[in-house]
Antibody, heavy 118, light 106 residues
Framework: EVQLLESGGGSVQPGGSLRLSCAASGFTFSAYAMNWVRQAPEKGLEWVSSISGSGSNTNYADSVKGRFSISRDNSRNTLYLQMNSLRGEDTAIYYC???????????WGQGTLVTVSS | SYELTQPSSVSVSPGQTARITCSGDMLPKKYARWFQQKAGQAPILLIYKDRERPSGIPERFSGSSSGTTVTLTISGAQVEDEADYYCYSAADNVEVFGGGTKLTVL
């Protein structure tokens, strides 16, 4: 059974940093690309970043480019999102998602809440 | 940048057919997916590759595609289908979700 468990969310002041983690199990982690997707309060889903199975290729939404960094440790079956220079508009639930062989998300974690406020 | 456009809301009575559309210039060339998100829960995958249904998804959920529009059809909608529905596609290293459609079944 595929399981994705996010952690690392919390409250932070504007300009601060957080690192999110996503522990994966139930599949061959290194074989699949992974994503971070976020959802601001009462808003829709927004793709944030993706990373290939090997970790060699990464992509970012324009809204986070230069501030966020996605990475993975295939030996630990863990996905990361380093978030710097956080802004109020980054307040959201952050979901970790697994991609399938076609390249789109299939499984989602339960999410971790990030609140950016002074 | 790519955009996917959905109606903000759709309303049907129980047992009726609900149709939710998603429009975007990328859709003739790129597959779409549909996700269902119930209140307070993470999204789940309903449809991939425009019309394919993962195992465990009820047959009343189906997908279709025509030109720049993909459609999610719920045949015989049930009260438990009340949720937000999002379309998704990807192109040129960018992944995009539609704005979401709130389905009301009452």
């Amino acid at each position: 059974e595929v399981q994705l468990l996010e952690s690392g969310g919390g409250s932070v002041q504007p300009g601060g940093s957080l690192r999110l983690s996503c522990a994966a199990s139930g599949f061959t982690f290194s074989a699949y690309a992974m994503n971070w997707v976020r959802q601001a309060p009462e808003k829709g889903l927004e793709w944030v970043s993706s990373i290939s199975g090997s970790g060699s290729n990464t992509n970012y939404a324009d809204s986070v480019k230069g501030r966020f960094s996605i990475s993975r440790d295939n030996s630990r079956n863990t996905l990361y999102l380093q978030m710097n220079s956080l802004r109020g508009e980054d307040t959201a639930i952050y979901y970790c998602t697994k991609n399938d062989y076609l390249g789109g998300p299939d499984y989602w974690g339960q999410g971790t809440l990030v609140t950016v406020s002074s | 940048s790519y955009e996917l456009t959905q109606p903000s809301s759709v309303s049907v009575s129980p047992g009726q057919t609900a149709r939710i559309t998603c429009s975007g210039d990328m859709l003739p060339k790129k597959y779409a997916r549909w996700f269902q998100q119930k209140a307070g829960q993470a999204p789940i995958l309903l449809i991939y590759k425009d019309r394919e249904r993962p195992s465990g998804i009820p047959e009343r959920f189906s997908g279709s595609s025509s030109g720049t529009t993909v459609t999610l059809t719920i045949s015989g909608a049930q009260v438990e289908d009340e949720a937000d529905y999002y379309c998704y596609s990807a192109a040129d290293n960018v992944e995009v979700f539609g704005g979401g459609t709130k389905l009301t079944v009452l």
